[in-house]
């Protein structure tokens, strides 16, 4: 058993921070089991840490983004999703068929996702084995938790970025029977690209091993009005573009995360609610390519559960603090269009970063009795010159701040 003391601010439900100042969290086994604003007189006497005026919030969860596309972070931001694909962002995939090229750039991407408080994250990796195996590698070196996918893509791709259906699937069961369950905190994750560049073969294989296994699945939805128009093309009957993934026992058969899933029909949304189906919302990717704005709102109105994602390199920042604050701006900005639907609120945001996200990867992104203790220790003195409450200097933190005022980051109880 472990106590830590410090101000503690955490989001249980949607709508209110539960603040306590000088706190105590009670950790028993690496997860939470009280918190409190007197201690116990029979927790008295085990190890305490004391971080005196600085903030305890939950870690942040990133449930969308690229390694291998680290090395295109802030640039080619000229395209849409099509062309940039195509131009940007295939070319510099191809490169990860060299593990030596894979382990340098993904050593940076890992050393990213941890200087910005990140501690759960939902990669893609590429189509290639080794490069994957080695992401894997050092995402459990790291202590950062991960779900990794190797990426399959077998039609419409660039020759240097296509996969043989047969490969992509037996790589595919290679990397589960290496990596899966074989870590507490890191593990496969099966990673269709999206619908145009997979087969029928490909996705129902897909399908098949992510429901023997009960692996999760992670894959793009609806970003793009390009993209839907060839979805419909490949897909005539379909229903819409979830429904080719859900045909295939790739939509919430086992959890599921779509990113983007900006142009949904009502059918979709729908599904996508019965079936737990996570939208993952990625504003500053959907802003860069000129995607369009996710209609937030009205997903949390139809219960769909929302995380968010950085989307690197579409997304240009690693931050889910940034991610935050791109989301309430842009619903800031819907909303001023035309008054349909209620901006985000702070504490929406702060717990779609944490609970909402951090549900993904189990008891996660909250300091209620049961949940992981995942943490970041913020120290912001440079910030708090004057006598900001601790709402506001969170609030501050997350709209001003970056890696330089994260002081400590927890996994499962473990600093990281
Ligand atoms: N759709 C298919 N691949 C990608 C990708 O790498 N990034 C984004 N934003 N959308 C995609
Ligand atoms: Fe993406």
Known sequence: MRIIKGNIIFTPTYHKFEVIEDGYIVLSNNTVLDVCKKLPEKYKHYELIDYKDKLIIPGMNDLHCHA?????????????????????TFPEESKYVDVNYGEKMYSRFV?????????????????HKDSTLKLIDLFKQSGIGAYIGKVNMDRNSCDTLCENTYDSINDTIDIISQTFNKSELVNPIITPRFVPTCSETLLKELGAIAVKYNIPVQSHLSENIGEINWV???????????????????????????????????????????????????????????????????????????????????????????????????SKLTWAQNKEYDFLSFSEAFYIATKGGGSFFGNVGSFEKGYDFDALIIDDHDLNFDNYNLIERLERFVYLGDDRQIYHRYVKGSLI
């Not at 050393?111 to 189509?127: D, H, L, P, Q, S």
């Not at 026992?249 to 949304?269: Q, R, Y």
């Open 111 to 127: 050393n990213e996702v941890y200087k910005n408080g990140t501690t759960r994250v939902a990669a893609f990796a590429t189509i």
């Open 68 to 88: 291998p596309q680290f090395r295109n972070l802030g640039i080619a931001m000229d395209k849409e999703l099509l062309p940039w694909l195509n131009d940007y």
């Open 232 to 330: 419909r093309e490949l897909h005539p009957d379909s229903k819409f573009y979830g429904d080719v993934y859900n045909k295939f026992n790739l939509f919430g058969d086992t959890p599921t995360l779509m990113a983007h899933c900006i142009h949904l029909t009502d059918d979709e949304i729908d599904l996508m609610k019965n079936k737990n189906v996570y939208a993952v919302h990625c504003p500053t990717s959907n802003a860069n390519l000129a995607s369009g704005i996710m209609p937030i709102r009205k997903l949390l109105d139809n219960n769909v559960k929302i995380g968010f994602g950085s989307d690197v390199s579409g997304g240009h920042s690693f931050s889910i603090f940034k991610t935050m604050v791109y989301a309430i701006e842009f």
